[in-house]
């Protein structure tokens, strides 16, 4: 190492001296005018009473194959 200590020596130190990461706020490839067009139409399909759904991007397994199963009342 160059300066003979370690990297979150290093951190601390310029925490110290107020030097940090720039950070932003808005994400670089943010549209604000399709997020406008995506409001309107979330607020539309809740006027008309249109059910709205929101599925996580992880996506889902062809199987679900479980090892144990436990159930509620035993027999």
Do not use: W
């Amino acid at each position: 190492m160059r300066f003979d200590c370690t990297p979150r020596a290093i951190g601390y130190a310029l925490k110290r001296l107020g030097i940090t990461q720039k950070k932003t706020l808005i994400h670089p490839q943010a549209n604000p005018e399709k997020c406008q067009e995506f409001i309107e139409q979330l607020e539309a399909y809740e006027t008309n009473k249109r059910p709205i759904i929101y599925l996580d991007e992880s996506g889902f397994k062809a199987h679900d194959h479980r090892v144990y199963v436990y159930r509620k009342y035993h027999f």
